[in-house]
């Protein structure tokens, strides 16, 4: 398929069909199998997705008057175009032509002159166009008012910094289970196939590639020599450092690298509950754990009815991963921008309250709660687990070692901190006051 066809195709699944990029973009990159093209369309429908504010703004400028909602592809293919005229080293003919030529395999020859004249008109006036866009560091980063509002408030000399990472390109990183071989060992591998890495300085296992890679193609990754994974979702086992013979719950476990690192952390040899609410994210689960080697008792449950999913037996760990804004890994998720709206945080902040609570009875007497989520909203991290420690007389802050980080109740990364998302950890310990 033309790439440029998939990235249409996916970014209307994202923008009006309510798809997640997540869903969408792996779909539209099956019909496609150049490596260079896959590329070339992923890097179209994330760019839509970042600025997509911000060129609906230029657009909608350059349209006498809206397109009719059947029309739709057309106004989005229009936005598709301004992408790579805008941000792309694409040369302003092919990006024209090309997007022209489209419309006819769209069954819409209508359109070749509505698209020739609209590209050509921002061609010629685009420094004019630019310049009517509101000057505000929404616009200017392409991010809804509500959640600028939130981070200026939460963050406010770091708000504007937060904003611009929120637009860059995620480094890939990866944690070497140290089961099957050290991080040493894994780096000269990767300079023998001639790929540049370095040792990150906040994870004893974790690597930073200067470069995208096919990681299926690197050196022992069919025999679970490693995995994906944020430097920050790698602190959750080295905060916990769970030993041999413990009994531990993930509680929101699918993708399943929190999981793995867990187990690898303890060389597999505790016994540990994987529970996740969508049966469809399972499998996933259960394949990445199956090429790590590693054993894991898996449910399809919702953590916060211990009812109809716990057997009584109190855990000596519990990781909360828990469901939330995902604000913190915007750079990864541009549809995020898109997607969430604020009514979506009061809502989320009732489920992590609820998973609080249940979850905090299934944990025995001198264990510990790890809560963690990829948000930077406070009403998520700081506020949420204050309002915790309010409710419950026997939880009680632990600090947590680590040279990352902001915060005295817990403890929050910023996106783009030491090359890492944003995420919110804090490690809470159950008292035993019967004592």
């Given amino acids: 398929m033309n790439p440029r066809r998939a990235a249409l195709n996916a970014l209307l699944n994202v923008t009006h069909q309510g798809q997640s990029l997540s869903q969408a973009l792996p779909n539209a990159l099956q019909a496609i199998s150049d490596r260079r093209d ?14 997509y504010q911000r060129l609906v703004a230029v657009r909608d400028q350059l349209l006498a008057k809206p397109l009719k909602a059947k029309d739709e592809d ?13 941000y792309l080293d694409t040369p302003d003919h092919a990006a024209v032509s090309e997007t022209v030529n ?3 395999k769209l069954k819409k020859p209508w359109a070749r002159g509505l698209l020739n004249g609209v590209l050509r008109t921002f061609l010629r006036d685009r420094e004019a166009i630019l ?3 509101p000057n505000d560091i929404g616009m200017q980063t392409s991010h809804p008012a509500w959640l600028v509002k939130n981070l200026k408030q939460a963050y406010p000399d770091q708000y504007e910094q937060i904003l611009q990472q929120n637009n860059q390109t995620a480094p890939l990183t990866l944690r070497v289970n140290q089961r099957v071989q050290t991080r040493d060992v894994f780096l000269s591998q990767l300079n023998e196939v001639g790929v540049s890495a370095h040792a990150h300085p906040l994870s004893p296992v974790g690597i930073a590639l200067t470069s995208p890679v096919d990681i299926s193609q690197l050196p022992s990754f069919e025999q679970g020599g490693f995995s994906v994974q944020d430097i920050a979702a790698q602190q959750a086992a080295l905060i916990l450092q769970p030993q041999a013979g413990m009994r531990l719950l993930d509680a929101c476990a699918a993708p399943g690298g929190k999981t793995g690192h867990l187990l690898e952390f303890c060389d597999n040899q505790a016994w540990l509950l994987a529970l996740e609410k969508q049966a469809d994210r399972l499998p996933r689960l259960q394949e990445n754990l199956a090429r790590l080697q590693l054993d894991v008792h898996t449910k399809v449950a919702d953590a916060g009815d211990i009812e109809t999913w716990w057997d009584g037996q109190p855990f000596d760990q519990i990781l909360l991963d828990a469901p939330c804004s995902a604000t913190g890994i915007i750079r990864r998720h541009p549809d995020i921008k898109h997607h969430r709206r604020p009514e979506d945080i009061e809502a989320l902040v009732v489920i992590q309250a609820h998973l609080l609570d249940q979850l905090w009875q299934t944990l025995k007497p ?15 991290n700081t ?10 007389n026997d939880a009680q802050l632990q600090s947590m070692a680590g040279d990352w980080g902001q915060g005295e109740i817990g403890k929050q990364i910023l996106p783009g901190e030491e090359g890492m998302d944003g995420f919110y950890y804090a490690l809470l310990h159950k008292a035993d006051i019967t004592a």
């Fill in 366 to 380: 001198g264990g510990q709660l790890l809560y963690a989520t990829c948000s930077v909203l406070p009403q998520e």
């Fill in 131 to 133: 310049s009517k866009l």
């Fill in 102 to 104: 489209l419309s006819q």
């Fill in 383 to 392: 506020q949420q687990i204050a309002a915790f420690l309010q409710r419950q």
């Fill in 38 to 51: 896959r590329a070339f369309t992923q890097n179209l429908v994330f760019g839509c997705l970042r600025w």
């Fill in 74 to 86: 057309i106004n989005s293919l229009i936005l598709l175009a301004l992408y790579q005229l805008l």
